[in-house]
């Protein structure tokens, strides 16, 4: 079983974004945009963004500083749909991002920030770390509150060509700096705002019980489990509260800080696996795998599951790690149960020949190497999907 930190840990942390946040803090843009340097503008969301009409407010914000708004972004955005937008930009004369969304938006305008930097398409960037330079401002201005993408240095995008997601990770292309104005998740629905919330709570758990863990990401993860636990059920019930919706919002981003440095593992894997095979979105993907990928890494994982535990007060007196780490799996599972969040794979149309095929390209996703527990074999990951199908 693993314990506690490595004798000689050592560390970096990273978290250069810059945060605004306030109710109506989406009206700050243009001056937050002026203080990065940018005269003109290029908005990136998507139709659904622009139907609840929060477009809209930024745009009029920018006036004239606007040089247009590209919004043909689909649920989980592709290597073209980032070609053609930062196409888009360039035509505009665009010397800044500004995203204005969920997940898929948000990468969409950070494989933008490359190829407007740097030139070229998107299949010329497949690795981690290549550019030797920042790249274009980026401000990102959440419309959910659970990627936390909004201060990390990844991007996830499909590409069809190959059958499965890319990541992209560069320190030079996060996000400059993030709003978070909680009257922009006020509208997201039920089901979306548990969803979202279970990536960030997948975040967080994930970091805690990632390799890299050190102990400024626990700090971080931990805030971002008591945050969520509380108030996540909130909003679920009664999405005009717009104090949970802030709570929520901040648990995200520092759930996004702690990720972004002690990284994920096969939760995510998996998550992505069943994405690109499936289609099932990545939050209700990481919703239902997270208490079963806790199981299968409790051996490894059991101190940074008791602290799971404490943070959502299921830890009782007496209990030694591997004890509370149990109570702390039971608790996730409740908690899930508590925001009406789906259960099973199956729920989403997923086939058995879909988790095989998903369980083979886990093993190749680069979440999985930070995985606590060794994962030698597809069929260790097919036993997770099985149990979730």
């Known amino acids: 079983m693993r314990m506690g930190y490595d004798q000689d840990l050592s560390f970096n942390y990273f978290g250069p974004t810059k945060i605004v946040f306030g109710v109506?803090?989406?009206?700050?843009?243009?001056?937050?945009?002026?203080?990065?340097?940018?005269?003109?503008?290029?908005?990136?969301?998507?139709?659904?963004?622009?139907?609840?009409?929060?477009?809209d407010p930024v745009v009029k914000t920018l006036g004239s500083k606007c040089a247009g708004v590209f919004s043909d972004i689909p649920q989980d955005t592709g290597v073209e749909v980032v070609n053609a937008a930062a196409e888009f930009a360039r035509k505009g004369g665009a010397d800044i991002v500004i995203s204005v969304g969920g997940g898929s938006v948000i990468d969409t305008a950070k494989g933008m920030c490359i190829l407007i930097t740097e030139g070229g398409t998107l299949r010329d960037y497949n690795g981690v770390q290549l550019l030797s330079r920042p790249q274009i401002p980026h401000i990102v201005i959440p419309t959910t509150a659970g990627t936390g993408s909004e201060v990390t240095n990844a991007a996830v995008i499909m590409d069809k060509e190959m059958g499965q997601k890319r990541l992209l990770v560069e320190n030079n292309n996060?996000?400059?700096?993030?709003?978070?104005?909680?009257?922009?998740?006020?509208?997201?629905?039920?089901l979306l705002t548990a969803s979202t919330g279970m990536d960030a709570m997948t975040h967080a758990v994930e970091a805690i019980h990632s390799?890299?863990?050190e102990p400024i990401t626990d700090a971080l993860a931990l805030h971002a489990i008591r945050l969520l636990y509380r108030y996540l059920p909130v909003c679920v019930q009664d999405g005009s509260n717009l104090h949970a919706r802030g709570q929520v919002q901040i648990a995200a981003t520092i759930a996004g800080w702690a990720f972004g440095n002690a990284m994920v593992g096969i939760v995510h894997a998996m998550a992505h696996s069943i994405g690109a095979v499936a289609h099932v979105p990545h939050?209700?993907?990481?919703?239902?795998?997270?208490?079963?990928?806790?199981?299968?890494?409790?051996?490894?994982?059991?101190?940074?599951?008791?602290?799971?535990?404490?943070?959502?007060?299921?830890?009782e007196k007496g209990m030694d790690d591997m004890d509370a780490a149990k109570a702390a799996i039971r608790g996730i599972r409740e908690f899930t149960r508590k925001i009406a969040h789906p259960q099973k794979l199956s729920e989403f149309s997923v086939k058995l020949a879909d988790i095989?095929?998903?369980?083979?390209?886990?093993?190749?996703?680069g979440s999985i190497v930070n995985n606590p527990r060794l994962v030698m074999d597809a069929s260790e990951v097919l036993g997770i999907f099985q149990k979730t199908f």
């Open 174 to 190: 996060i996000p400059r700096l993030a709003i978070l104005d909680p009257k922009m998740t006020e509208k997201l629905p039920p």
């Open 211 to 213: 390799i890299p863990r």
């Open 24 to 55: 109506g803090s989406a009206r700050d843009v243009e001056m937050e945009m002026a203080s990065l340097g940018g005269t003109k503008a290029v908005v990136v969301t998507d139709k659904g963004i622009i139907k609840a009409g929060l477009v």
């Open 356 to 365: 095989e095929k998903a369980a083979d390209m886990s093993l190749s996703d």
């Open 283 to 315: 939050g209700i993907a990481n919703g239902i795998l997270l208490a079963e990928c806790m199981e299968f890494n409790l051996e490894d994982s059991a101190d940074g599951y008791a602290m799971v535990a404490e943070a959502i007060g299921m830890r």
